[in-house]
């Protein structure tokens, strides 16, 4: 593989250069090829055949164990500790993998789970014989590359399978057309169990970059944040728009506190023209790129650089156009192409479109299929396109949404409202600000209990929701009704719901 070609030329060539930099841990590229040939003689001493979990959250050794299980293969699954174990279970299920990694430096408790569970540390004491690894044995093609999990509308997590060749398309993307080759350094926001991290990490590792990253304890405390970032020298910036927005909450988030600061990439949500205007006047000399796509099509397929002009002439920005050897289509409900300037469906072809969901074989067929030999993918968004060729979004057209670079299934959600305890039925609203979901509210008709407030039986429906989602999944705010409007067909109203608890 290309891409992992030319990070083995980099580690030998340049061994001393840092790949990674945390507030605890800095890994060089010579460590990190030597132990990712560790992982990898580890693995194929076991000869698995599924796909390798991998557990922690920003850890150095994740990056070498992600590149060790290529080597041996094996594609990964990158599994965040903030997961929760019920969904972190159904993950292994849907997987079948045999085997998981810890990377972290915490214990994890799965019981009642075939699956092995080691450390870096034991990977490195067994010292195995063989290596170097012989790149024959290296993933290649279309084979697996990352499978990474979203949210599904039946209460179970999908896993999205990226191919070696999905991954090498975005990658050449990144590194032609925009300006972040030469050694530069990344910030990386993103956990690794979200696919927007994929856009720092490969193009910072093929590129011979540096990878700087923040972790989830850092953006909880500001402050932690903001001394991070004064050290940091990031060059690149990769984040959602909700956490740049944050960023610039606090007056000393400038040009003085990142002077090497020369990019700023967005995906993964709207990008309001407010954020873009903030940033030019804080970094005048950087440069402002809006990105989209979908988990199915590796992480990105369009971009456009927010220029002046951009902002002068558009109250809402455009998503861009895709990139070189990828085509989009707008299409109506019967997949008939629309005219300029008319909403539809956005189906993306091209060689970075996954392959489909892992062991789904009929929700694969019903997102994915072949077109003019190449693989294409219903994405359930609405977008137009202008005079000038610029796709513009325009939100969902089911129930998926994006929260704070979150994608979820509003169905996923109140499917495990419905199975809390204190819960007899609930519609899940998001809460819009300026054309951007702001929060998710919980209309709830509650069943029977001993609570004397509102806010003890809001808590206790939050913990119960806690052990079997992620916390970015559940909604901010709850409002409690006797009854919730329903459509003539016995479904729950969502216009009328929204409509109700919006006023």
């Not at 923040?214 to 970032?229: Q, S």
């Amino acid at each position: 593989m290309k891409m992992l070609n030319a990070i083995k030329d980099f580690s030998h060539i340049h061994p001393d250069t840092l790949a990674y930099i945390s507030p605890t841990e800095e890994m060089t590229y010579g460590e990190l090829w030597r132990q990712s040939e560790q992982v990898a003689a580890f693995l194929l001493k076991q000869n698995m055949e599924k796909p390798v979990l991998v557990y922690g959250h920003m850890n150095a050794s994740m990056i070498s164990s992600f590149l060790g299980c290529i080597k041996a293969g094996l594609p990964y699954i990158p599994v965040d500790t903030s997961i929760p174990t019920d969904r972190v279970l159904k993950i292994i299920a849907s997987s079948q993998a045999e085997m998981m990694i810890n990377a972290s430096n915490q214990e994890l408790m799965l019981d009642n789970v075939a699956v092995s569970m080691v450390t870096i540390d034991k990977i490195q004491a067994e010292q195995i014989l063989g290596i170097p690894i012989d790149p024959s044995n290296w993933v290649f093609g279309e084979e697996n590359f990352y499978i990474i999990y979203t949210s599904g509308s039946t209460g179970n997590p999908k896993g999205v399978q990226i191919s070696a060749n999905n991954l090498q398309s975005f990658v050449d993307w990144m590194i032609a057309d925009f300006p972040i080759a030469g050694g530069l350094r990344f910030l990386n926001q993103a956990p690794y169990s979200f696919d927007l991290s994929v856009m720092d990490l490969y193009p910072a590792l093929a590129s011979g970059g540096t990878i700087f990253s923040i972790t989830k304890e850092m953006i909880a405390r500001p402050k932690l944040l903001f001394e991070a970032l004064a050290i940091s020298k990031s060059q690149v910036w990769t984040s959602t728009p909700s956490f740049v927005q944050m960023c610039l909450m606090d007056p000393s988030f400038t040009e003085e506190l990142l002077p090497e600061l020369s990019v700023f990439l967005f995906c993964g949500e709207i990008l309001p023209v407010e954020i873009c205007r903030q940033l030019r006047d804080r970094f005048p000399k950087a440069r402002i790129f809006n990105t989209y796509g979908p988990t199915e099509a590796t992480v990105a397929v369009t971009s456009v650089e927010v220029t002046a002009e951009i902002l002068e002439t558009h109250q809402n920005l455009p998503i861009g156009k895709p990139k070189g050897d990828t085509r989009i289509f707008i299409v109506d409900e019967y997949g008939v192409a629309v005219r300029p300037a008319e909403k539809g469906e956005m189906i993306i072809v091209g060689p970075s479109v996954s392959k489909g969901y892992l062991g789904q074989q009929e929700l694969t067929e019903k997102s994915f299929f072949q077109y003019e030999g190449e693989q294409a993918y219903r994405t359930g968004d609405a977008a137009y396109v202008d005079q000038d060729g610029l796709i513009f979004y325009k939100g969902r057209m089911d129930f998926q949404i994006k929260l704070h670079g979150y994608r979820m299934e509003l169905e996923e959600i109140e499917y495990h409202m419905a199975n809390c305890k204190f819960v007899k039925s609930a519609a899940v609203i998001p809460i819009y600000q300026q054309d951007k979901i702001d929060y998710l509210l919980a209309a709830i008709i509650p069943e029977t209990h001993n609570f004397e407030k509102e806010y003890q039986l809001t808590t206790a429906i939050k913990k119960e929701l806690s052990e079997v989602m992620p916390a970015y999944m559940i909604p901010r705010k709850f409002s409690y009704y006797q009854e919730l409007p329903l459509t003539p067909n016995g479904k729950m109203d969502r216009k009328k719901c929204k409509e109700m608890v919006v006023q």
